[in-house]
């Protein structure tokens, strides 16, 4: 007879081409956690200077602050999204030597949507002095120090990772990642020094939506909608955590508006959801004929797919860090953290991808073996490793 976990691999595989999994009825039909009215104006409109603001996350914050009725000033090196409302005003510089455009004004909040190394954090802190009433800090719960240690899940109390490179005040472009949570950490401490009792830090976790240029979840978005037969790696009952970007971008706007500081998590869905689930809830929005193949971690690696950022890893393997899928959010959600269904960032993420060019649609897509490929030269890939998995059991 099979164990436990072969009975659910196999229930999942039956129950997802039927899509009525348990994660399907509970992520898409559950209303339970919905948004909150985000379009109601502030009671009192903010200045808010954005540093950033294009990109994946920052247009989204840019839509949610104007939504609310604040003014946006987006200060960067020139580069201007597309999707930005005119209304929104470009300043123009750069963190690493020109600041001026940004000296001799005050605003209300600043967020921060792009820093990785501390001097940004200080330049900005000596630039601005005393003329920013609230400072937000996008960071990661990649922070937090060997999380897979709290067998119960990570919350803010847990040790943070200690940066042991050179000297970190040094670097002002991207560094080797595996130090990029040690220096987000660094940076959450110099911005609390540099705005004291006025800093807001926001620790996300995978963040997925419309203009995801991290492709794992559109990856698996899109390639459930295509069908067939379909590579799995993995334990079923894998956690699985994500948080809709614009879910953050509403969040940290109202958190601005009551001047809220301190560390939070942003992670979700609102339910513990597990691998199997998470597949089961996209196969329940697609009318395509789908049937899983679940193959151990351990085997698609020793067939060369070893980065965690792989598609068909990515949650399993939880990204390469034990742990970072299993953080608590209760904190945020006190403090009214909310998610829209999942059912919602599944069908506007596939209608925001169908929408892009084709040679753009290549590049959004983390494919099968960690790299950026068009969905049919990574299922071509999987179909290769089908084969290997299939030969092997005869």
């Not at 001799?104 to 330049?123: C, E, L, N």
């Not at 937090?144 to 670097?171: F, L, V």
């Not at 513990?272 to 689930?277: R, T, Y």
């Not at 395509?288 to 020793?302: A, D, H, Q």
Request: glycine letters at 10%; proline letters at 5%.
């Amino acid at each position: 007879m099979p164990n436990r976990r072969e009975f659910l691999a196999q229930t999942a595989a039956t129950c997802v081409g039927s899509g009525l999994t348990s994660g399907t009825l509970r992520a898409v039909a559950s209303e339970k956690d919905v948004v909150p009215n985000s379009t109601r104006l502030a009671s009192t409109p903010l200045r808010i200077l954005m540093l950033g603001g294009t990109g994946f996350i920052g247009p989204h914050h840019v839509r949610a602050a104007l939504q609310r009725g604040h003014k946006i000033s987006v200060f960067n090196r020139g580069r201007r999204a597309t999707e930005l409302p005119s209304e929104v005003e470009q300043l123009t510089g750069d963190r690493n030597s020109d600041l001026e455009s940004i000296k001799g004004r005050d605003w209300d909040a600043v967020i921060d949507t792009a820093t990785y190394g501390p001097i940004w954090v200080r330049t900005l802190g000596q630039a601005l002095k005393d003329r920013v009433g609230h400072y937000t800090f996008i960071s990661t719960v990649g922070v937090y120090d060997h999380p897979g240690a709290n067998e119960d899940g990570t919350d803010e109390t847990n040790k943070r990772a200690e940066y042991k490179g050179a000297d970190a005040y040094s670097i002002t472009q991207s560094q080797n990642l595996s130090q990029y949570g040690e220096l987000k950490a660094l940076c959450e401490t110099e911005a609390e020094k540099q705005f004291p009792e006025r800093t807001l830090i926001v620790r996300p976790g995978t963040i997925v939506g419309p203009n995801d240029s991290g492709g794992v979840f559109t990856y698996w978005a899109m390639r459930i909608e295509a069908g067939g037969e379909i590579l799995v790696a993995g334990d079923p009952l894998s956690p699985v955590q994500m948080v809709d970007v614009r879910d953050i971008a509403e969040w940290v706007i109202r958190m601005i508006e009551i001047g809220e500081t301190g560390a939070f998590n942003l992670v979700g869905p609102a339910l513990p959801l597990g691998w199997a689930e998470f597949l089961g809830a996209l196969r329940g929005l697609s009318s395509s004929e789908v049937s899983l193949t679940w193959v151990p971690v351990e085997w698609v690696r020793k067939q060369g797919i070893s980065s965690p950022l792989s598609s068909v890893l990515f949650w399993p393997a939880e990204v390469g860090f034990p742990g970072i899928m299993r953080m608590k959010n209760d904190k945020a959600r006190s403090k009214g953290l909310t998610f829209r269904p999942i059912s919602v960032t599944v069908s506007d993420t596939r209608a925001w991808f169908r929408n892009q060019a084709v040679d753009r649609q290549k590049q959004l897509l983390m494919g099968l073996d960690g790299t950026n490929k068009a969905l049919e030269e990574s299922m071509a890939i999987e179909r290769e490793l089908l084969a290997a998995w299939h030969s092997r059991e005869n």
